[in-house]
C-alpha cells in the first residue's frame, strides 16, 4: 500500500513478551560473572537482539529498532548478539532493477570472496573489490551499493570478517538503531554460564541429548537437526580443520568448540540479558531451547518477544507488470508480421511502406491468380528479410512476467535499497507500538 508520501509503508508484526515470564533462574552470581565476561553491566536491564552479520532486510532491522526503543525507554543497556558461529555467503548482494521494458528484476553482485565452509567469526576482515561499473547501470540502487562497499572497507583491519561486516551494518544502520554494545556469539561458551552449561553436558549427556530431541521433534520443520545420542554429539560445533561438524562428548576441546543456535540463546536468555528480541525465525527454534533447557535443567529463562515488519520497494506492482507484459506480446507480433512499422508511432495502425506496397499488389491482382499468389509469398520474404531479431515467445514473456512479480512482493531486499523515510516510518511505529506494548 502506498501513502501520500509516495513510499510503501512498511507493515509491522509484533507479539509482546508473554506475561509469564519472570526471568531466569540461574544463580545471581552466575549471571553476573557472565556479564562480566561479556563486558555488560551486571546490575540494571539488558535487553538483546542477534542476527548474523550477513545483508539485513527490514524485517531484521525492525528487531535492532525495537531493542533500542525498549532501551531507551526503560534505561536499559542494548545489546546485539553478533552471529559469527555460522557460514554464510554475505559478499554475494541481490540488487533490484528495472530493466529497459520496465520489468522489475534483480541482479547478484559478488562483493567480496568468502569460505562457504568456515564460521565467519573464523575468517579474517576483507577488502571488497573494486566493480568498475559504468555509472547509472543499476540507477538508484547503485549508490546504496557504493555506500556498503565503502563501509566495509572503513570497518576492516585486524578482525574478523563477521566483526568487520557487523561494524558496516551498525554504521549503516546507526540513524534508526544508535551504537548498541556487541557481544560474539563464539565467546559465548568462555563466560560463567558457558563453562557451566558445558560442564553439565559432559556430565549429563544422555539426558541433555534426550531432551534436546525431545524438544526439537515438537516442531521438525524449525530446521533444528536431531542429535545421534549413539555417537556421543552434542548441540555444539567441533571446527577442528577446515570444515566443522557437531561436536562429539568423547572428543571435546573447549579451544575447538562453537555453540549451535539454541545454545547461543540458552546461554543468552538464562545470564546475558532480561529480554530477548526475535524474529518470527528464531521465535520458533527459540521456542524449542525453552523446552530442552525446562526438560534437562529444571530452569526457566528470561522472555522474549517477536518484532518483525514486512516492507516492498517501491517496485512497479503486478497490475503494471500484467499491462507491460501485454503491451511485448503485441510488439512482438507486430515487429515479427511488419518490422517497418515499428519506426513509425506506435499507436498508427498503419503497415510499414513495403508492406503497404505489397498489400496493395496482392489486392490488384485477380483473386485465384497466379500473380496474387506470387505477390503474397514475395510480401513475405520481405518481412522476413526486415526481421532484425527473433520473436519472443509467448512462453518467454509469460516467464518474465511471473518472475517480476516475485521480484516486486519480495520482502526481504538488503534495507540499503529502502528510501530513508520508509525506514523512518519503521521506527516511528516501533517507538509507538512496541514501547507501549511492553509497558
Not at 110 to 128: C, H, I, Y
Not at 196 to 205: G, K, S
Not at 353 to 376: C, D, F, M, Q
Request: with cysteine; net charge negative.
Amino acid at each position: 500500500m502506498t501513502d501520500q508520501s509516495g513510499f510503501n509503508q512498511p507493515v509491522l508484526r509484533f507479539h509482546p513478551p508473554a506475561s509469564h515470564g519472570t526471568g531466569s533462574d540461574l544463580p545471581t552470581d552466575l549471571i553476573r560473572e557472565t556479564r562480566r565476561a561479556l563486558r555488560l553491566p551486571d546490575t540494571g536491564p539488558v535487553i538483546a537482539t542477534g542476527h548474523a552479520p550477513a545483508n539485513w532486510h527490514p524485517g531484521i532491522l525492525a528487531k535492532f529498532m525495537a531493542m533500542r526503543a525498549l532501551a531507551q525507554d526503560t534505561s536499559a543497556c542494548p545489546v546485539v548478539v553478533n552471529i559469527d558461529t555460522v557460514p554464510a555467503d554475505p559478499g554475494v548482494i541481490e540488487v533490484p532493477w528495472v530493466d529497459a521494458d520496465g520489468f522489475p528484476c534483480s541482479s547478484s553482485i559478488k562483493l567480496f570472496e568468502t569460505k562457504m565452509d568456515r564460521a565467519l567469526g573464523m575468517q579474517p576482515a576483507t577488502v571488497p573489490a573494486e566493480l568498475g561499473w559504468p555509472p547509472g547501470t543499476f540507477g538508484p540502487q547503485q549508490e546504496a551499493v557504493e555506500k556498503r562497499i565503502e563501509s566495509i572497507r572503513n570497518a576492516g583491519g585486524d578482525v574478523s570478517l563477521a566483526t568487520q561486516l557487523l561494524r558496516s551494518q551498525i554504521e549503516l544502520a546507526r540513524k534508526w538503531i544508535g551504537r548498541p554494545n556487541v557481544v560474539q556469539a563464539s565467546r559465548l561458551l568462555q563466560t560463567g554460564c558457558g563453562r557451566w552449561l558445558l560442564e553439565r553436558m559432559q556430565r549429563d549427556a544422555s539426558r541433555c541429548v534426550q531432551a534436546y530431541n525431545a524438544a526439537v521433534s515438537v516442531d521438525p520443520d524449525a530446521g533444528i537437526p536431531q542429535l545421534d545420542e549413539s555417537m556421543g554429539e552434542l548441540p555444539l560445533w567441533d571446527v577442528r580443520g577446515e570444515g566443522r561438524r557437531t561436536a562429539r562428548r568423547q572428543e571435546l576441546d573447549s579451544a575447538s568448540l562453537l555453540p549451535k543456535a539454541l545454545v547461543i540463546t540458552a546461554i543468552m536468555r538464562l545470564s546475558g540479558c532480561d529480554l530477548f528480541i526475535h524474529g518470527t525465525g528464531g521465535a520458533r527454534y527459540d521456542a524449542l531451547m525453552e523446552g530442552w533447557i525446562r526438560q534437562w535443567l529444571g530452569l526457566e529463562v528470561a522472555p522474549f518477544m517477536v518484532v518483525s515488519a514486512d516492507a516492498c520497494l517501491d517496485l512497479p506492482d503486478v497490475e503494471t507488470i500484467a499491462r507491460v507484459g501485454q503491451e511485448l506480446l503485441a510488439k512482438g507480433r507486430r515487429a515479427y508480421h511488419d518490422p517497418e512499422s515499428m519506426e513509425v508511432a506506435a499507436e498508427s495502425s498503419s503497415p510499414g511502406p513495403r508492406k503497404r506496397a505489397a498489400l496493395e499488389s496482392i489486392e490488384s491482382a485477380p483473386r485465384g491468380s497466379t500473380a496474387r499468389r506470387e505477390a503474397y509469398a514475395l510480401m513475405h520474404e520481405t518481412i522476413a528479410e526486415l526481421r532484425e531479431e527473433p520473436r519472443e515467445s509467448a512462453s518467454r514473456v509469460a516467464d518474465r512476467v511471473r518472475e517480476a512479480r516475485r521480484t516486486t512482493t519480495r520482502r526481504d531486499w538488503d534495507f540499503i535499497f529502502y528510501p530513508e523515510e520508509v525506514l523512518d516510518h519503521l521506527a516511528d511505529e516501533i517507538d509507538a507500538t512496541v514501547v507501549d506494548g511492553c509497558r
